[in-house]
């Protein structure tokens, strides 16, 4: 029963995308149903979200009408964030959100593995010494033998031209994973999982005028080439899939990657890189894919369409209904089992069938008790009875919530009291971190949510209803609805909190030229709790008053404790943690309008550093780019750092300070008047520091530099790699702080990105740094003498660096807070 249980739930989780509450349109009823006789599944594999070529799944999934899916190998926790200040698992978190977000509106479906973003790779071979090969080829198969496609689609080429160790990597493994998923003897231990060996019929490369602009003449003459036009119109839709794909890359917000919306011819290139069956005259598909072999149902469908008058209602809902039991009759078959779902939402909304469950609040505890009204409203005249609920994710198991056998009428709400008794084990977190990660893979198993998005992970129950006698079963969440003022009506899903949390805003904690501290915490118990509470200090240091092994906690209340440290010594990191007879979590909510509330729990554990660190007491005025928090790290370190607004950047604003340091993608997130610029450029010629931290070329219209200065591409991966002084006596090396190697250990992801290039004289490079067998780099810090002060670049990765608590990183930018530069006219 397991083994069934879980693919089960793998195609549950497969429910049509954007099928929530919103109501469809008729012509949109219309454009599902057409899909229905078409036997076809396509995967789209590639490395990130963003990656996808949104363009070929729009029109994959509506024109062509296959089931088609992206298989991103990672969720991006690597990257930038251009919303917000959340990095790592977090922005992994986000932008897995994200990808569901653009697939509600392309039509696609979203497949992960296990790997962890760990930041930019040069080449494949680099990547592979972090990744876990074998595990993520064996996610990779697992999703091909799940859904059993016909094509596979990637993104990249498997040479390694110049791009992400990880794009180049994603095609490699792509082709593995083509040819093990026909072979019994490549991952046996997935056949007790209720899948079986597939056989992907063609693999094809999307090549991209982006990367060969002479593409169009190269595919003309090689017969390994194919061209789809993927500008088409849909009548149906309103809208041409190019449109439709501009609207679905807009979804990943937290990249800046709003995009126009194209209409008009737009033609994809796929190379045919090995195929198992011949392939016939110009279109790539017509061999792999094609209608249903069911003459009866195929003229059914044919003929079927939604009518608006409602007169032939009976007949065009039997006829779904039928098709419905054809395509469960074939359920083995993974196409046909997503099919059956789509036919329920088909159904559903064509009845305008809304089914709610919603709370009194947002928040709830771990192992509450929870009332809910369950609400049902059938907005068409249909024969429909109420049949039965059962619990469902988070709700206890063995709780049979409510069974009757109402007749639901047209247009009247139907409403029942239910209780819902929560699993004492499940807290509102996302499924893929619960076992948390190693440096490139998370450590939870292909079988146990690691493939999946695990975005529906919210408490919800399934509702069964009979429609013309047939049983149709629905997943319905619990939902807070709620009015805001400016957005209107709100559903959030309900989110329940773990037993007890350790409230703490950041979780590295950092000790500054001293050998003992207090650190205070708060703990809040969400459940009343009295038993083994246990505190585990490790590092070189020691707790004057270690906690007891007992604790007890009311409900609802938060309770303080006070530790002290003692001999703490620079540079040596340690870590406190805490365990309890319940599970105890840190705790923080991401919130954005594009993707909403999502929690995010995390074990108890704060990291501990202790620095040597020498100030001179600067005034600092900090302008924010995209989301870092350097700022806030630097004032954790005793330094006096104020954040300022992009309005502040004037000679009256800046007069206070004595240092500037512009964020991360500064000038390419914030529109920096050339009046305000000039008030930068004046401040440096009074005296003043100004420091740029790293930005993009695309899109840097400013002359941000008071000396001619390019952005380049450099970047160094390796956050190990020797830094090199070029001039041993250069003052930001020294003073305040002596600089030495020991500076440059414990760096994590990378050392910088975006590196200055096409700099005058009137810069000099501070390092040399390069990754293995690569050419030296000299611009990740350029420093200019300007008037009385000192304009700086530099692509260090800070923003990195100081959350993670890296003494050396603070060490060094506390230099170039404090340089004191010789001055030029």
Known sequence: MRLKLFVTSCLIFLSLPGSGQDQWSSSRIQH???????????????????????????????????????LSLTRGDGGQNLIGN?????????????????????????????????????????????????????????????????VIITRFPVDNYQTHGHHTASAILAVEAYEAAADPKRFPEHFSYGVSTWAVKHIFYNASTWWNKDLPQLAANNDSFFSVDVGTYSPLLGTSFTEMAGKSRTMHKSQGFGSSEPAGEAIEYLKLLHTRIPIQGKDPFASACGVIDNKALLEQLSKLSYNIDNVLFTEYLTKLVNAKKWFESQSTTPLFAYRAKQVDEIIRQSLGLKISLNAEKL??????????????????????????????????????????????????????????????????????????????????????????????DDVSISVTVSINGTPFTY????????????KGELADPVLIKPALELESGTENLLFVNTSKTTIPLKFKANRSYGGPFIM????????????????????????????ELENLSPGKPGTLSFRAGL????????EYDHIGIIPHCEPPVLLLNTISLKQQNRRIAYLQGAGDEVDHYLGLAGYNVTRISQLDLSAEGLKNYDVLILGIRSYNTLDITPDQQKAIFE????????????????????????????????????????????????????FPNKLDTADFGAWVQERGLYFASGYGGNFRPVFRCN???????????????????????????????????????????????????????
Not at 102 to 120: H, K, L, S, V
Not at 583 to 590: G, V
Not at 804 to 821: F, H, K, Q
Request: no cysteine.
């Open 683 to 734: 401040f440096v010629e009074n005296g003043g520091n100004v420091i740029v931290q790293y930005l993009t070329n695309r899109g840097l219209n400013m002359n941000f530099s008071p000396y001619p200065l390019n952005i380049g591409r450099g970047r160094v991966t390796e956050e190990n790699a020797g830094m090199e002084a070029i001039n041993p006596s250069e003052p930001v090396l020294n």
């Open 771 to 825: 990754d293995q067998g690569e050419k030296p780099l000299d611009g990740i810090l350029v420093i200019a003498d300007y008037g009385k002060g000192s304009f700086m670049y530099t692509g260090l990765s800070f923003f990195r660096q100081l959350p993670a608590g890296v003494p050396g990183a603070y060490r060094l930018l506390g230099n170039l807070i404090d340089y004191e530069g010789t001055g030029t006219n």
């Open 363 to 456: 928040e709830f505890a771990q192992g509450d008790t929870i009332s809910a009204k369950l609400s049902i409203l059938l907005r068409l005249d249909a024969h429909v009875e109420f049949k039965a609920t059962h619990a469902r994710n988070g709700v206890k198991r063995s709780f049979h919530i409510l069974e009757t056998h109402d007749k639901l009428q047209e247009n009247k709400i139907w409403e029942r009291a239910i209780t819902l008794h929560l699993d004492p084990a499940y807290f509102s977190q996302m499924p893929w971190i619960r076992n948390g990660k190693s440096e490139a893979m998370f450590n939870n198993s292909w079988n146990d949510g690691g493939i999946l998005p695990g975005t529906d």
């Open 583 to 590: 599970d105890l979590r840190k705790r923080s909510l991401i």
């Open 32 to 70: 599902e149903i057409n899909k229905l006789p078409v036997k076809g599944t396509v995967l789209y594999i590639a490395a990130h979200p963003d990656d996808e070529n949104t363009r070929m799944i729009s029109w994959l999934a509506n024109e062509k009408k296959f089931r088609t899916a992206y």
């Open 86 to 150: 959340e990095l790592g698992v977090k922005l992994g978190i986000i932008r897995t959100h994200e990808l569901m977000a653009a697939r509600a509106i392309d039509g696609g479906e979203q497949y992960f593995t296990r790997a962890f973003d760990f930041g930019y790779s040069k080449t494949a071979d680099e990547t592979f010494t972090k990744w876990d090969r074998d595990s993520i080829l064996s996610d990779m198969v697992f999703v091909i033998r799940l859904l059993q496609p016909d």
């Open 536 to 563: 585990q200090l490790e590092g070189p240091f020691s707790a004057k008053k270690p906690f007891g092994r007992d604790a007890f906690f009311p409900k609802d209340t938060a309770v303080d404790f006070v530790l």
């Open 475 to 486: 997943t319905v969440p619990l939902t807070y609805t709620h009015v805001d003022p400016v």
